[in-house]
Nanobody
Framework: QVQLVESGGGSVQAGGSLRLSCAAS????????MGWFRQGLGKEREGVAT???????YYHESVKGRFTISRDNTEDTVYLQMSSLKPEDTDMYYC??????????????????WGQGTQVTVSS
């Protein structure tokens, strides 16, 4: 069973940076695709970034050039480096895992494994 634990959220002023971490455990074949999603109150959960073991990435248009997804050499930790943060980036951020990454925009239904979430708050 894959388990995911996020950390690194917090409060920051606009223009600042944060790095989220996701510690993953369980069968590696079940988490070859790692993703970050975010969800605000009353909004649908949206895919922010995904990373496959081949190195292929996806980024939501709103974060391109500001966020970077990466994983460590053991592939047990996935990061989301967030820079030039904006108030509209304020959300609960969730780590997710799947066997494969789909082409294009990720959907929550593509990911069977989820972390508990970490809050990111950006003040103006």
């Amino acid at each position: 069973q894959v388990q995911l634990v996020e950390s690194g959220g917090g409060s920051v002023q606009a223009g600042g940076s944060l790095r989220l971490s996701c510690a993953a455990s369980g069968p590696s074949n079940s988490r070859k695709c790692m993703g970050w999603f975010r969800q605000g109150l009353g909004k649908e959960r949206e895919g922010v970034a995904t990373l496959y073991t081949t190195g292929k990435t996806y980024y939501h248009e709103s974060v391109k050039g500001r966020f970077t997804i990466s994983r460590d050499n053991t592939e047990d930790t996935v990061y989301l480096q967030m820079s030039s943060l904006k108030p509209e980036d304020t959300d609960m951020y969730y780590c997710a895992a799947a066997r494969y990454c789909v082409s294009g925009s990720p959907d929550t239904g593509d990911f069977p494994y989820w972390g508990q979430g970490t809050q990111v708050t950006v003040s103006s």
